[in-house]
């Protein structure tokens, strides 16, 4: 299992002193956001945040793709809201082309200021609801519910702020959350997950918790028809990724795929560039690979630069693997807690507040 121990000890030790000075930079922030709670901004809809404590994949983009397809399926129109995380000028983020390839039809508000994107959503696109992306640390826009995606693979980011750890905040922060969804449980052992369980009961007693797994959802080309992921079995693929937290990833491929190549691994947001490509097609012929496997995060920004043929032969197919966040929700406790959110906000524009 990844501790998320990934500095050297002789590295943390000279991080340490910067790691000190953002926490006291955090706690300065949580405080006099708790103090002056008139200085946060409601938005004239429901808000529901979708966040963590540590950086890296926990899960979050799968968890609001999932909320997004159950409001839509209730009837409700959300918007997802979003500040665009490393892109660059002229770019769009990973996050972005991800949403607009999993859900189309629900329009994706890119803005830092959150407050205005909440108008837009609003406004522009008559939303009845945001489903803000990464908002647990965003504190200046209230939220109804507020969610935080605990990655069962690992948790707490080694238990270290940054830099010096992945820790955005320290764990006691945890007692803000609204609702914790354990993702990826399918992934760990089950005692793993019972000790994740027993740290958030001690910082957040009475947050509710679920738990998710994580499942392929289909295999899909450059002609954009899906098969199923067990096609996988008669291949040989090479995996090839760059996102938080590969091996959910990388263990989905190898669950599917008993002759998997040995994988691909770039740095997360990591932009391709025809000489990643290259090496992507060397590795691949010399592995004698006849298909090339990524995420869908990967996907939108490979596959326009992945040829037909490589000197004059033909190359080995680029295919995605849809993986879908299943939510473990057999009393309904996640689904009528979204639907009490509009129920809220009925009374309160019936109030007048």
Request: hydrophobic content about 40%; charged content about 25%.
């Amino acid at each position: 299992m990844n501790t998320g121990d990934h500095n050297p000890p002789a590295l943390r030790r000279v991080l340490a002193p910067l790691a000190t000075l953002y926490g006291g930079a955090v706690a300065l922030r949580n405080r006099y956001c708790d103090t002056f709670a008139f200085a946060t901004h409601a938005a004239r809809l429901p808000v529901i945040s979708v966040g963590n404590v540590s950086v890296g994949g926990t899960g979050k983009t799968p968890l609001v793709i999932e909320i997004v397809r159950r409001l839509r399926a209730s009837g409700r129109r959300p918007a997802i809201l979003t500040r665009g995380y490393a892109a660059k000028r002229g770019q769009t983020a990973d996050e972005v082309l991800e949403y607009a390839l999993a859900v189309p039809e629900t329009p994706v508000v890119v803005n830092p200021d959150r407050t205005a994107g909440a108008e837009t959503a609003r406004l522009e696109y008559g939303a009845d609801c945001v489903v803000l992306d990464d908002g647990f640390q965003h504190r200046w826009l209230r939220r109804d519910l507020d969610i935080v995606v605990i990655d069962a693979l690992d948790p707490w980011g080694g238990q270290r702020l940054l830099p010096e750890g992945r820790l955005r905040e320290p764990l006691h922060n945890l007692a803000r959350a609204d609702w914790f969804v354990i993702s990826r449980i399918n992934q760990a052992p089950p005692q793993r997950v019972a000790e994740i369980v027993e740290t958030l009961r001690r910082f957040a007693p009475h947050a509710p918790i679920s738990k998710a797994a994580v499942a392929a959802e289909g295999l899909s080309g450059a002609n954009g028809s899906a098969v199923s992921p067990e096609c996988l079995a008669q291949r040989r693929p090479l995996p090839v990724c760059g996102v938080g937290n590969p091996s959910s990833f990388l263990q989905l491929v190898q669950e599917l795929a008993s002759q998997a190549c040995e994988p691909l691994v770039f740095s997360d947001h990591h932009r391709y560039g025809m000489r990643d490509v290259e090496r992507i097609l060397a590795a691949a012929a010399q592995q004698r690979a006849d298909l090339v496997v990524t995420t869908r995060k990967d996907w939108v920004k490979l596959h326009a630069l992945w040829p037909a043929t490589r000197n004059g032969a033909h190359v080995a197919e680029l295919q995605r693997l849809d993986a879908r966040l299943v939510l473990a929700d057999a009393r309904g406790d996640f689904a009528a807690r979204l639907e009490r959110l509009f129920e809220e906000q009925c009374e309160r524009r019936h109030s007048g507040l």
